[in-house]
């Protein structure tokens, strides 16, 4: 309410992304196994929130099915890869099926907004998950379903490794390079005139159609981009676990990741990366001895209070922030 986050101009995208990219390699080639397993959970989740950046941060929708979207993919690229449809094939088709998932499930909700919005994104993500994810010849029933290793050429790009191997550099360094090129496309998207119609949207919906902005339409392209985002995102969180069940698509799950986007700064690139960073399992909680779980969540819930009182723009914001007043301070004392 009031008035929404800051999205800032991308600036730099390609030297951001060769040094983000070239350190998480190194790190992916010389760290030890935890440090690989928080790297992988760290981009996984990272490219999740990816897609509440470009719905919520970008057109101010707001969405409690980014999880759903993951979970549709996730099983539709395990059935589509045991019918014999090669990598990356299926991980694409199975985030297209989230497409058209996330349109059916956006068309009735471009005519809310606000609050109204998110509880109709919430019983859409219920419905999913009552129709598609409860569904056992889907999803594999309770016990969840096997997910084939991607394969590339003959070349192994799974996970599995035996003792201090795992996880595998090569299914790392593939996490790294999908992180990379969404975040580039998503980067690419904010400069364009595209990313000014979404952000026009965010601001007045009446004053952009007065400018000729098609609001509808600019609101189903974003759910189509943040439903096929969130779907790579959870073909990524299945290769990385090997065997999941639908319990870790539920709706709850959705709010988790909302609130972590929100609080590393939810309308920038910079702000999903940090949520990536503050997932369970990622690499705050390995820097904090593996521990995370509970207290983290604690932590960061009083965090997020902080922030949103404080800092809307999330952490990611506060930190801009400071390097604005600084400078400002600077260039007066030299000036």
Known sequence: EGRFPTSPHPRRVALWTVILLGASAIGMLTLSSSWRSALIVTSTFALISLSVVLLTGYVGQISLMPMAMAGIAAFAMIRLTNAGVPFPLAPLLAAGMSVLVGLVAGVPAVRVRGMNLAIATLAAAVAIEELFLKWDGFTGGPAGSRVPPPELGGIDLGVAAVGADFPRVAFGVLALLTLGGVAVLAANVRRSRSGLRWLSVRANERAAASAGV??????????????????????????????????????????????????????????????????????????????GGELQFAIQGLVLIAVAALYPEGLTGAVYSLRRRVTARFVRRNG
Not at 269 to 278: E, H, P
Request: some cysteine; aromatic content about 8%; proline content about 0%.
């Open 214 to 291: 098609d609001v509808r339409l600019t609101k189903l392209q974003a759910f189509a981009a943040s439903s096929f985002v969130a779907g790579l995102g959870g073909c990524l969180y299945a290769y990385g676990n090997q065997n999941i069940s639908a319990d870790s698509f539920v709706v709850f799950n959705s709010l988790a990741l909302l609130a972590t986007t929100y609080l590393g700064g939810i309308a920038s690139i910079a702000g999903a990366l940090v949520a990536g960073v503050l997932a369970d399992g990622g690499l705050l909680s390995q820097a904090s001895g593996g521990g």
